[in-house]
Structure formats: structure tokens, C-alpha cells
């Protein structure tokens, strides 16, 4: 079946070190988006991506970092930089289309302790 | 800018009452609007879309039609279930930048009781 699958489901990171969350899709699409929703917010863009070895910054990408070195696989970085990392993530990919939807991983829970 | 303005939540409903979500927005040009539905823990999953002025989105026995005049993509349904609880999510994708680069609205939480 076709799909997005993000990976861990839950992550736990202590303060100072950076982890990398997965995001891997075959649905040929060439877009690719991470988005972070905070309890009772709207999801906000972080990155996206139209095409391999492209990437743009959305509205909250400070202390992030991604890479798209295969069209399957968008990874995203949280590197200690960020300073509220706790939050729900979500990877979502779609044609570059405005008019077709995007679909969306089941997300990364991300838990500083 | 681009925006999404969606009513306040939580909606409590009990079964089969009618439901309305309020969802206005701010664009230039024609964007696609989209109604997307959350259940705990899980990612989004698209509930019904329209992609110009006057169309009807449907699916599940919800609707939504695009109003550009009053800006507004009000989403609807006459009987909900027990099992509609969950949190949904009114989003555009603007006309202009190539991308499908959604902007949501902050959501809302519908409780149906039965």
C-alpha cells in the first residue's frame, strides 16, 4: 500500500542533543513538508521540499535542519538549537499541485526530558 | 498574508444533532480549500476539498462549499456520530507558488456524546 511512514512514533531526547526523525514516502510525490503541532495550535511549516537536494524554510524552521537526498526520504534534524522542541511532528507529501491534497504520516511525538 | 480563522473549540454535540464549523480565510487570488480531520494520536487524514468558487466539497456525509464572496469554507453535517469526535482542521493552499503549501487553521475539537 501506498503511504508516508514516520518513524519513531514516540522520541525521547535529553536537553542538548539532536535527534532525527524519519519520514519515508512511495507515493512518488516531489513534494515533502514537516510540520509541528503544539496542544490546541494549528500546525505550523518548518520545511518543505518540491524537489532532490532542494529544500526551503517554512515559518518556524530555527533549530531544524533537513536534507532530500532521495525523493523517497525527507529526515528532519532537531538539533539543540531549538529551544521548545516538545511537540507533535508531522511529515506530509504531495504532487506539486495546489489543487491536490496532501497526505500525512501519523506523526513523532517528540518529548524533551 | 494568507490566513485561516476557525470558530473555538471545544463543540459538544450530542448524536445526531447538526454540526457546523465556522471557517473563514484571507488570500489573494483563487486558492483550494480543504477540510482535514484528526483522531487521537494520528496524523491528518483529508475529509473533502474544493478547489474554485462555488464548488461543494462532500464526502462522509459532511459538506463544505466554497464562498468566495463572504470568504468562508463552513463545514457541515446533519446527523453526527459518536465516532465524528475528533479535532478538524480548515486549511488553503494559495494560488500562486507551485508548492501544495497548506496553511491550517488552529483547529477544532468536536465531542459528540450519546
Known amino acids: 500500500d501506498g503511504g508516508i511512514t514516520q518513524s519513531p512514533k514516540y522520541l525521547f531526547r535529553k536537553e542538548g542533543q539532536n535527534v532525527t526523525l524519519s519520514c519515508e514516502q512511495n507515493l512518488n510525490h516531489d513534494a515533502m513538508y514537516w510540520y509541528r503541532q503544539d496542544p490546541g495550535q494549528g500546525l505550523r511549516l518548518i520545511y518543505y521540499?518540491?524537489?532532490?537536494?532542494?529544500?526551503q524554510k517554512g515559518d518556524i524552521a530555527e533549530g531544524y535542519s533537513v536534507s532530500r537526498e532521495k525523493k523517497e526520504s525527507f529526515p528532519l534534524t532537531v538539533t539543540s538549537a531549538q529551544k521548545n522542541p516538545t511537540a507533535f511532528y508531522l511529515c506530509?507529501?504531495?504532487?506539486?499541485?495546489?489543487?491536490?491534497?496532501?497526505?500525512f504520516g501519523q506523526g513523532t511525538r517528540l518529548t524533551v526530558v | 498574508g494568507n490566513s485561516v480563522t476557525q470558530m473555538e473549540g471545544p463543540v459538544t454535540l450530542s448524536e445526531e444533532a447538526f454540526l457546523t464549523i465556522n471557517c473563514t480565510y484571507t488570500a489573494t487570488g483563487y486558492p483550494s480549500l480543504f477540510w482535514y480531520v484528526q483522531y487521537p494520536g494520528e496524523g491528518l487524514q483529508l475529509l473533502l476539498k474544493?478547489?474554485?468558487?462555488?464548488d461543494k466539497g462532500s464526502n462522509k456525509g459532511f459538506e463544505a462549499t466554497y464562498r468566495k464572496e463572504t470568504t468562508s469554507f463552513h463545514l457541515e453535517k446533519g446527523s453526527v456520530q459518536v465516532s465524528d469526535s475528533a479535532v478538524y482542521f480548515c486549511a488553503l493552499s494559495p494560488s500562486s507558488g507551485g508548492y501544495n503549501k497548506l496553511i491550517f487553521g488552529a483547529g477544532t475539537r468536536l465531542a459528540v456524546h450519546p
Open positions: 474544493a478547489t474554485k468558487a462555488d
Open positions: 521540499s518540491q524537489i532532490v537536494n532542494d529544500f
Open positions: 506530509a507529501s504531495s504532487p506539486v499541485d495546489r489543487n491536490t491534497e496532501a497526505f
